[in-house]
């Protein structure tokens, strides 16, 4: 069973292949299979989930696989997969394309990371019924903030309502991504601080050029935008309540394993900014600001998304540094 995450993965590169034919072809049955094809690979990787699942009760630990960093990534790209299977009538070609690349990315770090991949028994600080809602719905909120980011530069690469908005979203697209490669970079050869920002500064502006220079083409591909705005808001609305049922359950939690509902952890500190970025997006949003006011502010949230996921559980000592092995 342990060979499904390989073949998951193997489905979600013949989805980024068939999703590039789609944009060069422009034909709508390709693109009809290219979406397909990613559910096809989603309910794959949902299996293997729920195996490792089972096998964790078989082994007599029995708890859900979301305790270690291996566990961790891979149900992160699944809760990405899942939001936008909700969603996949909604997002854009292009959009379906980055998605892809990003989980087939993790998926095959994954592979050759040096994360423990073996089901472990759990350690006493997560011995709780409230860990399964707590780390599902905190998941699934970073996914769907991921997808609302998404949304965000596109939609500022795209638009000509400030001449700022182009490389707003080009350097937010290039700094978020090249901090997750160099991060990735960082875990799979146990490398210093300062070859991280070398390597987070070189990936920031490799790809910041790529698509500076290819910016006349990523408009013609990028879809109206009104689309992208239903994108972006339909995500957030998926996100922001899971968010706060995890803030909520993340405390009763606490009370139990710490004797305290708050308690300034960096975890819980990040998320309640997390959580306050975008009650502001949808205070933004009841007022009637600019879509480039939201736009923004969808990149904002998930700056602080990555902060709180991989920033406290790898870089950050705090009660929820255990997740980082």
Known sequence: ?????????????????????????????????????????????????????????????????????????????????????????????LAMLIISLVILGILSYLSISPFNKEIEPLIPALKSNWLAIHALTSFLSYAAFFLAFIGGTMFLIKSNEKKSSFFIGNISFSVCVGLMLGFLLMKVWHTKSSTFIISFAIFSVAIFLLVYFNKNKLRQLIPQEKTLKDFTLGSIYIGFPFLSIGIITGSIWAKYAWGAYWSWDPKETWSLITWFIYIIFLHFKIRGKSNYTLAVMSIVGFVAVIVTYIGVNFILPGLHSYGSG
């Open 1 to 93: 069973m342990d060979k499904l995450l390989s073949i998951s993965t193997f489905i979600y590169l013949f989805t980024v292949w068939m999703f590039v034919i789609s944009l060069a072809t422009k034909k709508r049955y390709t693109d009809n299979i290219s979406r397909i094809l990613f559910i096809i690979a989603t309910t794959v990787e949902l299996i293997y989930f729920i195996w490792r699942w089972i096998e964790s009760y078989r082994l007599g630990f029995g708890h859900i696989p979301l305790t270690n960093a291996f566990e961790s990534f891979v149900f992160f790209t699944l809760s990405i997969a899942l939001v936008a299977c909700i969603l996949i009538k909604k997002i854009p070609s």
